[in-house]
């Protein structure tokens, strides 16, 4: 295949003032010296001294690769049941020597119990109260540092130990499971930690807030230098076509990089056009814009605290990236159409250290993924990289062809040689801070699902997770690997961005991380932003999207009492999540001629709301009211419609303000029967 390459370099020197950007390590470290060190972009570039540790409710029958592997109860799952007086205490996690929880993660299906945080061995918890007001509520501080995303409950607020922290929750009996995951450092046994105290925390309620508030605004934080800009596209009539955006002498560090793309197909640009970029005469980044960017395919509007991506198109990033000589960046597309490319980069001068670590991005794609419903398929490679330095998060892209979920499988990550992994999750949306396999937009600091195309987990997602003081450190090697664990046997595909900080020297692990030699192929192969689908249960089928809310196939075995309900092919059209004024339209077809009664299979249940019915655009029959208190039954609902013609017809179900006692606005439609 001919490739012509052609290269724009462009030198710049400048008397820039030189910033003291070495992380002020403190002497103590402290919730106080954790809240600064997650503020500063620069701190997490140099050599950590730490280990990052995981505790969890995963499966503990997991025991190996060859012993269930792939086990899926992962919930309630503690590390011992111990009496405390009256109470009995289950123990989520616990650990020795000076160290700081700095995530949490929790779900349920409601929180009945309380968390208690012994620091010190000492018998009075320092923490306490009930589950959702302490991780994701208001506790101990408000969003973003403690915040519930698409059910998934989030806690960042750190909690520094000097000798040691037990985490407990009681009342388990009545709350029956509860998912939960808790990231953890261990610090060297030397370190001076002052250990988190209520005075300490009450004395922190200024600096918390200013925390919660810095976190909101990236853009204020990210330091910016001096700046070029430029505006040049790449020709499509190149095979691979390379321009560089700017090549500068250091030291220094990049510290924001915003692009703005104009294509005719805008979703295969932000795949095919990639970005990279050299420090010291070495690639240490190579990834599709859309990943690089956390949008995935097409532009997907979003914040967190590294990237982001605005509502006009522009993308950026605000990783720092530091270098001792000089450092280039340019861009690549291996696609067929033009695209041009305006962009900027801020960078500014600033000392590389013996601790100064490059920053790295790698992509990877593997399509056609066989799943094996209801088990896990295989562990999925993210990356491996042998070297010293920390991972910092990664932009997962799924292609999924049904609206089954498809990401029950669990993160597993190895450091330093382990063979069971340090980091063992409970779920792929548990690991990128949601729960429940919600498919709604939702975006925070540090974990963000900017789009999920829908209806319910069909189409393109896209999940980030981004790290700051839960950074995974490796001082040898690191291995990531996400399980592939669909509900149904099909083909999924999953691309994945990945990125690392490393001491000259560290890089990815040949033959196990991603294939250089094959990028290329993977970045230009097709990518469709919009897949067409359509639910189709017996004679109808749905047209587009429901408005708003979510929308799938339930199997209804669990609900048929011993054959007294039977919903047709136990199975439902299941419609949730959707307000007053919310429409779904189906395309009915096989209607014989001469008929005027339209009779619906309809679900009644305590969390069922009040919908109109339309025929062909026309308001037909009294509204329904789809609550009933006592059980989950299927009923059949007769209406009078104009006489059929025997031609396709469009039924619309506008949803109601929901009735009174009902908890819920869902619809469910088995089946339409003519009379």
């Known amino acids: 295949m001919k490739k012509r390459t052609v290269f724009f370099i462009v030198e710049f020197t400048f008397n820039v003032v030189l910033l003291s950007v070495c992380p002020a390590f403190a002497q103590t470290i402290s919730t106080s010296s954790l809240l600064d060190e997650m503020l500063d972009r620069s701190a997490i570039t140099y050599a950590p001294t730490y280990v990052c540790k995981q505790a969890s409710s995963y499966d503990r029958a997991a025991k190996s690769p060859d012993e269930n592997w792939f086990a899926n109860a992962d919930a309630s799952q503690f590390v011992r049941v111990e009496q405390n007086g009256d109470s009995e205490e289950s123990v989520l996690m616990e650990a020795k020597g000076p160290g700081a929880i700095v995530r949490w993660w929790v779900t349920a299906p409601h929180y009945k119990n309380n968390f208690y945080v012994y620091i010190d061995g000492s018998a009075d918890p320092v923490i306490s109260g009930n589950v959702a007001d302490i991780v994701g509520g208001e506790q101990l501080c408000g969003a973003p540092l403690s915040a519930e995303r698409s059910r998934g409950r989030?806690?960042?607020?750190?909690?520094?130990?000097?000798?040691?922290?037990?985490?407990?929750?009681?009342?388990?009996?009545?709350?029956?499971?509860?998912?939960?995951?808790?990231?953890?450092?261990?610090?060297?046994?030397?370190?001076?930690?002052?250990s988190f105290t209520k005075e300490t925390f009450l004395a922190l309620k200024d600096k918390i807030a200013e925390t919660n508030k810095a976190l909101l605004e990236p853009e204020v934080s990210a330091k910016k230098g001096e700046v070029q800009g430029y505006g040049r596209h790449v020709d499509s009539e190149m095979t691979e076509a390379f321009f560089d955006a700017f090549k500068i002498k250091g030291p220094g560090a990049i510290t924001e990089i915003a692009v703005k793309l104009s294509s005719d197909d805008i979703p295969a640009a932000t795949r095919n056009l990639v970005i990279s970029i050299s420090f010291d005469g070495k690639e240490t980044v190579w990834a599709p814009v859309g990943e690089f960017f956390g949008s995935g395919v097409g532009i997907n509007p979003y914040k967190s605290w590294y990237t982001e991506v605005s509502d006009d198109g522009v993308m950026k990033s605000y990783w720092r990236m530091p270098y001792q000589k000089e450092a280039s960046v340019s861009f690549i597309n291996y696609g067929s159409s033009k695209v041009d490319v305006d962009y900027q980069v801020y960078y500014v001068k600033s000392p590389w250290t013996e601790k100064s670590m490059y920053f790295h991005a790698n992509w990877r794609q593997e399509r056609d993924i066989k799943t094996i419903g209801g088990n896990g398929t295989k562990d999925w490679n993210y990356t491996a990289i042998n070297g010293t330095g920390v991972y910092v998060g990664d932009v997962l892209s799924v292609v999924n062809p049904v609206t089954s979920w498809w990401g029950e499988g669990d993160e597993k990550i190895y450091v330093d040689g382990e063979t069971f992994p340090s980091h063992f999750g409970t779920g792929t949306e548990d690991y990128y801070g949601y729960a429940w396999c919600t498919p709604l937009f939702f975006d925070d600091p540090f974990?963000?699902?900017?789009?999920?195309?829908?209806?319910?987990?069909?189409?393109?997602?896209?999940?980030?997770?981004?790290?700051?003081?839960?950074?995974?450190?490796?001082?040898?090697?690191?291995?990531?690997?996400?399980?592939?664990?669909?509900?149904?046997?099909?083909?999924?595909?999953?691309?994945?961005a990945t990125f690392w900080y490393g001491l000259p020297g560290a890089e990815i692990v040949e033959g196990v991380g991603p294939d250089r030699s094959k990028l290329g192929e993977e970045a230009i192969a097709p990518v469709d932003y919009n897949l067409k689908y359509s639910f189709k249960l017996d004679s109808f089928e749905t047209v587009g999207d429901c408005s708003a809310g979510s929308l799938n196939v339930q199997d209804m075995k669990g609900f048929e009492n011993n054959g007294k309900f039977a919903w047709k092919n136990s199975r439902q059209l299941w419609w949730r999540e959707g307000n007053a004024g919310d429409k779904l339209i189906l395309k009915v077809k096989n209607i014989p001629a001469g008929k005027r009664t339209m009779v619906l299979g309809c679900t009644v249940a305590k969390d069922y709301g009040r919908a109109q019915i339309f025929w062909n655009g026309e308001k037909v029959g009294d509204p329904l009211n789809l609550y009933h208190a006592d059980s989950v039954e299927r009923r059949e609902i007769k209406i009078s419609v104009p006489e059929t013609s025997g031609e396709d017809g469009l039924l619309t179900v506008e949803l109601l303000e929901k009735d009174p006692d009902s908890i819920g606005t869902m619809f469910g439609l088995d089946s339409i029967i003519w009379e």
């Open 447 to 496: 974990h963000a699902q900017p789009r999920c195309q829908g209806p319910a987990n069909f189409g393109n997602t896209t999940n980030l997770r981004f790290r700051s003081l839960d950074g995974v450190s490796f001082t040898n090697t690191l291995r990531f690997d996400m399980e592939v664990w669909h509900w149904e046997a099909t083909v999924v595909d999953y691309a994945v």
């Open 154 to 194: 989030n806690l960042y607020l750190p909690i520094p130990y000097a000798k040691s922290v037990k985490v407990t929750c009681d009342n388990m009996k009545e709350q029956g499971n509860l998912y939960y995951q808790i990231d953890y450092r261990k610090y060297p046994e030397d370190a001076k930690v002052e």
